[in-house]
């Protein structure tokens, strides 16, 4: 005879019911602490990141500056400030007054200095000096004549007479085939001393008139133009 089954009430639970589990919940507030962890380091990152990009951006600027030229800079400032941009005016013409003044100062000093050497230098021996014309003869001695009836003292002759003696050893009809000088005073082209007379192709007279006239015209002296010719190689 089988036996009556056993009824199971509402109160009673069944033999092999689960308990609730916790598992996932945990998990999920792991997850959202996780992030929070996170978010909070990333945003911490991120701020650290732009406190540097801002350090190396005010470094950037300022070795800028620094490299710049100190008075572009300063004259970039004073161009807003009209009073500075006088003073700067103001300075900047002083400036090249004290240069100026700087100069001539220097100027005159050297000068001082080459008359100062000049003074103390002996004066050039251009050999004796003839007591009268009657020393030379010829064409020489035409020439002592003219040369004081021009106005110069006998201490020019023998300048003069070195001068013509390598020009053309007083020689009228002395001629320089390459360059066409002629006469005594080997003049370039002849034909100028035609302003003396026109026999200037074999008068003496004439070419050393015209000579000396040249001479004292462009050098002032017959010992000036000899001192040039030996500088030069001319005259």
């Keep these: 005879m089988a036996r009556p089954r056993r009824r199971t009430t509402a109160?009673?639970?069944?033999?092999?019911?689960?308990?609730?589990?916790?598992?996932?919940?945990?998990?999920?507030?792991a997850l959202l602490l996780t992030g929070a962890v996170g978010g909070g380091?990333?945003?911490?990152?991120?701020?650290?990141?732009?406190?540097?990009?801002?350090?190396?951006?005010?470094?950037?600027?300022?070795?800028?500056?620094?490299?710049?030229?100190?008075?572009?800079?300063?004259?970039?400032?004073?161009?807003?400030?009209p009073a500075v941009q006088r003073a700067l005016d103001k300075a900047a013409d002083e400036a090249k007054d004290q240069a100026a003044k700087a100069k001539k100062a220097n100027e005159l000093a050297e000068r001082a200095q080459a008359a100062s050497r000049s003074e103390n230098r002996e004066p050039p021996d251009y050999g004796p000096i003839p007591a009268s014309c009657?020393?030379?003869?010829?064409?020489?001695?035409?020439?002592?004549?003219?040369?004081?009836?021009?106005?110069?003292?006998?201490?020019?002759?023998?300048?003069?007479?070195?001068?013509?003696?390598?020009?053309?050893?007083?020689?009228?009809?002395a001629e320089n085939t390459s360059s066409g000088a002629y006469g005594i005073p080997?003049?370039?082209?002849?034909?100028?001393?035609?302003?003396?007379?026109?026999?200037?192709r074999t008068n003496p007279?004439?070419?050393?008139?015209?000579?000396?006239?040249?001479?004292?015209?462009?050098?002032?002296?017959p010992c000036k133009a000899w001192d040039h010719s030996v500088a030069t190689g001319w005259y």
């Excluded at 470094?59 to 004073?78: G, P």
């Excluded at 370039?188 to 200037?200: N, Q, R």
């Design 11 to 29: 109160t009673q639970l069944p033999k092999h019911s689960a308990r609730p589990s916790f598992a996932p919940r945990i998990a999920a507030v």
């Design 186 to 200: 080997q003049a370039l082209p002849g034909s100028k001393m035609a302003s003396e007379g026109d026999d200037w």
């Design 134 to 173: 009657s020393e030379f003869s010829g064409n020489r001695a035409i020439g002592c004549a003219e040369l004081l009836k021009k106005g110069f003292g006998l201490d020019q002759m023998p300048c003069l007479n070195k001068l013509w003696n390598k020009e053309s050893n007083w020689r009228t009809t």
């Design 205 to 221: 007279a004439t070419q050393i008139k015209w000579g000396l006239g040249y001479i004292k015209g462009r050098y002032g002296t």
């Design 41 to 81: 380091y990333l945003g911490i990152h991120r701020q650290q990141a732009a406190d540097v990009a801002a350090q190396e951006a005010r470094y950037d600027v300022e070795s800028e500056i620094a490299a710049m030229d100190q008075s572009k800079l300063y004259d970039a400032r004073a161009g807003l400030d």
